[in-house]
């Protein structure tokens, strides 16, 4: 095997290997076969590191706090089959919208284990929540707070609520992911009194109950100091506020954005450091401030879900400019993971038909939309490639298919789930007739 395919077949998933014939292979299936059979492009999840990240979450942070919840964030992706692999690791939900809440109750998720975020939400889907007995709202804003107090009264039910904080602290992510800082559009700032002021209101709801606080701080995080300076306002205040009124923080909610290794170069944290720096803070602070130990909840969407994924595309034509470059192109690309032109986010990629094989030229990779910023990977190093050959990426399981568009009115690929050599469709490719069907005329 080249040094190259050495160093990035660990940013694949777990089971990722190269058999016999120089393919990659994903939970023993033949990922060439897979082009063959589904099309591509093609997404392709490993169950097995699916399920290991959820357990590695859970067991890292079990190992150090004693009452832990590990909701996971939807909006990374989604889909039944998956939430339910999810609710069988006894995994919670961070749900995000109408949709995402319908994915849960489609596949018959229990409600009390889930969370709807927004900054934004709708009566449609305040109602949708309670309705369906979510477990918690993480309230966000004044006019969601009088309303979801109406609606609950309407329905003569006491909803548990979290509220959103915003801790001001800077995570140092791309600035489109960066949410906990002051000019943010999520949350209740602190520094400006309209925490205080967001508790005491849910205080005086009496369809309310305020369970406890949240904060995110943005995604992903590559360090972990922010979470300790983010817990340490949060617990400060909380406790400033539980002198004056009458709230106890039984939930803390410390968001997502942990970071996950999409390059062979860039490794990120592991679950265990994210784990010890948390519990340590809320284990120090509530100690010298003299609070009871709230539950902690977590809601990592990245890291559960980002490396059981990867896109297989087929090569099509290039085009080398002398001096310049060679651009070689794929069957997909923006219109599936737009966070290249995005966040400017780099991925490694393997020829997949050649899969241990030297790299030979520096090529660019682009995809097939109608846009010049539509390009995968710039100036990456792999062996020649051919019309027809498959490129595989890996770290494409997060925000590459839930941020997916009908752009150029092509087709969202197919999905499937790998395990122990047997490949199973969890979404079948969209056809044209799929993309006419909502029009009238
Ligand atoms: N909780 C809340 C309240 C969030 O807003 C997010 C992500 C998460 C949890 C999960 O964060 P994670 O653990 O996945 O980092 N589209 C961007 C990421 C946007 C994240 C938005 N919120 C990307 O492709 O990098």
């Not at 902690?296 to 890291?303: D, H, N, S, T, V």
């Not at 590459?400 to 092509?410: G, I, P, Q, V, W």
């Amino acid at each position: 095997m080249s040094d190259k395919s050495q160093r990035i077949i660990r940013v694949f998933p777990e089971t990722a290997t190269i058999n016999h014939h120089n393919h990659l292979a994903i939970a023993g299936c033949d990922t060439i076969e897979l082009a063959e059979s589904f099309g591509t492009p093609l997404y392709v999840f490993d169950e097995t590191t699916l399920r290991n990240k959820c357990r590695e979450y859970t067991r890292e942070f079990n190992r150090v706090y004693s009452d832990v919840t590990v909701a996971y964030a939807c909006k990374a992706y989604a889909n039944p089959a998956l939430v339910t692999v999810l609710h069988e690791e006894g995994l919670w939900l961070d749900a995000v919208s109408g949709g995402e809440m319908n994915i849960a109750r489609f596949a018959g998720f229990p409600p009390e284990k889930v969370l709807f975020h927004g900054n934004n939400k709708t009566q449609d889907e305040l109602e949708f929540a309670l309705d369906w007995s979510i477990g918690r709202v993480v309230v966000d804003n004044f006019r969601e707070m009088g309303l979801l107090q109406n609606l609950a009264a309407k329905r003569q039910r006491i909803q548990q609520v979290l509220l959103r904080l915003s801790p001001e602290v800077d995570p140092h992510t791309h600035s489109h992911t960066t949410t906990g800082v002051l000019d943010s559009k999520f949350g209740f700032p602190i520094s400006t009194g309209q925490a205080e002021e967001a508790i005491a209101i849910a205080i005086r709801s009496s369809n309310l109950r305020l369970a406890g606080l949240h904060f995110h701080l943005g995604s992903p995080l590559f360090e972990v100091e922010p979470y300790e300076q983010a817990i340490k306002i949060v617990l400060e205040f909380a406790s400033r506020i539980s002198r004056n009124y009458d709230f106890t923080l039984d939930e803390l909610d410390v968001g997502g954005g942990f970071a996950v290794q999409y390059l062979a170069e860039k490794p990120a944290p592991p679950a265990s450091a994210y784990a010890e720096v948390i519990a340590r803070s809320i284990l120090e602070l509530t100690s010298q401030l003299d609070m009871p130990l709230p539950r902690l909840i977590i809601e990592p969407g990245r890291a559960i879900i980002g490396q059981a994924g990867i896109a297989l595309y087929r090569a099509g034509g290039n085009k080398t400019i002398q001096g310049v470059r060679k651009y070689v192109f794929v069957d997909g690309g923006m219109g599936d993971n737009i966070r290249p032109p995005l966040y400017d986010a780099r991925y490694e990629a393997m020829v997949a038909n050649k899969a241990a094989s030297a790299p030979e030229e520096k090529v660019t990779i682009a995809g097939k939309f109608c846009e010049s910023g539509d390009i995968l990977i710039r100036d990456i190093d792999l062996p020649a490639i051919q019309d027809g050959d498959i490129i595989a990426v890996p770290v494409c399981g997060a925000y590459c298919l839930a941020m997916s568009s009908n752009y150029n009115a092509y087709l969202k690929p197919a999905v499937i789930l790998v395990s122990e050599g047997q490949a199973k469709l969890m979404r079948r490719r969209e056809t044209y007739a799929d993309l006419v069907r909502q029009d009238l005329f």
